[in-house]
């Protein structure tokens, strides 16, 4: 069984910037995709970021070239860097983890969610 818990989320201005980190715990051997999602409200949830156990990322159209994915593979944590936030950015973002089974599949894991809310 895996946790995963989630910090970094808050208020921040339009123009500025936030570091969202995800730290997985729990019973596994490895952690296979990584990935940041988001949600805002009657929207529906929407990948932000992603990144695999290799290191290849992969961002929303939205995001790219101001969010920054990363992952620490000792320390089982993954983060997203968000600069130049807009409004638009505002949601519950979530953190994934996919976890390799013996059965030969992955089972995912969620975290709770944190609020980013950008103010203009």
């Avoid at 968000?82 to 994934?96: F, G, I, Q, R, W």
Wanted: net charge positive; charged share 15%.
């Amino acid at each position: 069984q895996v946790q995963l818990v989630e910090s970094g989320g808050g208020l921040v201005q339009a123009g500025g910037s936030l570091r969202l980190s995800c730290a997985a715990s729990g019973s596994f051997f490895s952690i296979n995709a990584m990935t940041w999602y988001r949600q805002a409200p009657g929207k529906q949830r929407e990948l932000v970021a992603a990144i695999t156990g290799g290191g290849t990322t992969n961002y929303a159209d939205s995001v790219k070239g101001r969010f920054t994915i990363s992952r620490d593979n000792a320390k089982n944590t993954v983060d997203l860097q968000m600069h130049s936030l807009k409004p638009e950015d505002t949601a519950v973002y979530y953190c994934n983890a996919e976890i390799p089974t013996r059965r030969g599949y992955d089972v995912g894991y969620w975290g709770q969610g944190t609020q980013v809310t950008v103010s203009s």
